[in-house]
């Protein structure tokens, strides 16, 4: 079994900065991509940011020079550091993690930009 948990989301003022943690735990004896996601109330789920097992990173374009994705050093344990947050940026923000042919997802964390 695999768990995924996120952590780390709240209520910001625009132009604020966050950052998220996803831990991923159980049967896992590598060092898979792990990606963040998000949904906003009413749309679909969308691709924010992935990492590699070594560290290799990739954006969207939304997101793309205010967020950054890292990874503890031979840990399923990323971070979402995310900054200048804008009112756009309101969704559910998820974390996964492919194992061989299954992605599992967290439940999510509550991210909310407003004055």
């Known amino acids: 079994q695999v768990q995924v948990v996120e952590s780390g989301g709240g209520l910001v003022q625009p132009g604020g900065s966050l950052r998220l943690t996803c831990v991923a735990s159980?049967?896992?004896?590598?060092?898979?991509?792990m990606d963040w996601y998000r949904q906003a109330p009413g749309k679909g789920r969308e691709f924010i940011a992935t990492?590699?097992?070594?560290?290799?990173?990739d954006y969207a374009d939304a997101v793309k020079g205010r967020f950054a994705i890292s990874r503890e050093n031979g840990k399923n344990t990323v971070y979402l550091q995310m900054n200048s947050l804008k009112p756009e940026d309101t969704a559910v923000y998820y974390c996964?993690?492919?194992?061989?042919?299954?992605?599992?997802w967290g439940q999510g964390t509550q991210v909310t930009v407003s004055s």
């Open positions: 990492i590699t097992g070594g560290g290799i990173a």
């Open positions: 996964n993690i492919a194992i061989r042919s299954t992605i599992y």
């Open positions: 159980g049967s896992i004896s590598t060092l898979p991509p």
